[in-house]
């Protein structure tokens, strides 16, 4: 009996991955559609105005200012974290490490706090609304200063 059990479970096992192995390539195959977007590679250094890195761990979202949707799509926010160094590389906006569409970009500063968990920048760099950085990516290596809190 107890090699039927092994063989029934071994079918069973079988079936499922019949039915999902399938599906996950349909499902990839469905998001791996190109981007409409055409990326430059970016990145660069975020420090304070006199020079000294900010936090590292911190992160960096870029939102395009004068990229036009194509068709009923947006470019998409881009992404970056922020080394200990105070650089960044691998921006990400679609597939990772891709950059960012061309243009101009408004910069949010998101994490960053020091050692006693204080933030590390004013409050005005945490919203696209309220940030004064605007990055223009025919600027790379990106040097970005802001003011220390």
Known sequence: MRPFRSTKRMLSVSKRLAICVPLACWITAGCSSSSPFDYV???GRVTYEDGSP???GCRLE???LDAQPVGTA???VGLAVVNASGEFDCVTS???GDGLVPGKHKVVIRGATDQRGKPAVAKEYGTVQT???VIDTADVPLEIK???P
């Open 41 to 43: 590679p970016v990145s």
């Open 54 to 56: 900010i936090s590292g």
């Open 62 to 64: 870029f939102t395009a």
């Open 74 to 76: 947006h470019p998409r």
């Open 94 to 96: 679609y597939k990772y």
């Open 131 to 133: 940030t004064p950085l």
């Open 146 to 148: 802001i003011p220390k």
